[in-house]
Nanobody, 121 residues
């Protein structure tokens, strides 16, 4: 069975930095793409950044130049380095994995439980 576990969320002041981690566990052979999405109260979930196993990245315009996504394929872990944080970044951040391949099963659009990020002075 596959699990995605996020960590690193918390309270940070505007202009500060935070790094989120998401580790996929289980008998995983490969994961095509991993990414981060966020959902603020009263709003729909939106894409923040994605990265493929080959290193291709995609960012939302609102975070370009401030956030950096990376991954460690050997550890099936994806990271989100967030800098110059703004109050508008406050949301629950969810880890996503697409194209998870195990010996017996494949998964698409698999989600973690989410981690809260609050940007406030």
């Amino acid at each position: 069975q596959v699990q995605l576990v996020e960590s690193g969320g918390g309270l940070v002041q505007p202009g500060g930095s935070l790094r989120l981690s998401c580790a996929a566990s289980g008998s995983i052979f490969s994961i095509y793409a991993m990414g981060w999405y966020r959902q603020a109260p009263g709003k729909q979930r939106e894409l923040v950044a994605t990265i493929t196993s080959g290193g291709n990245t995609n960012y939302a315009d609102s975070v370009k130049g401030r956030f950096t996504i990376s991954r460690d394929n050997a550890r099936n872990t994806v990271y989100l380095q967030m800098s110059s944080l703004k109050p508008e970044d406050t949301a629950v951040y969810y880890c996503n994995a697409d194209g998870i391949i195990t010996l017996t099963t494949h998964y698409n659009n698999y989600w973690g439980q989410g981690t809260q990020v609050t940007v406030s002075s």
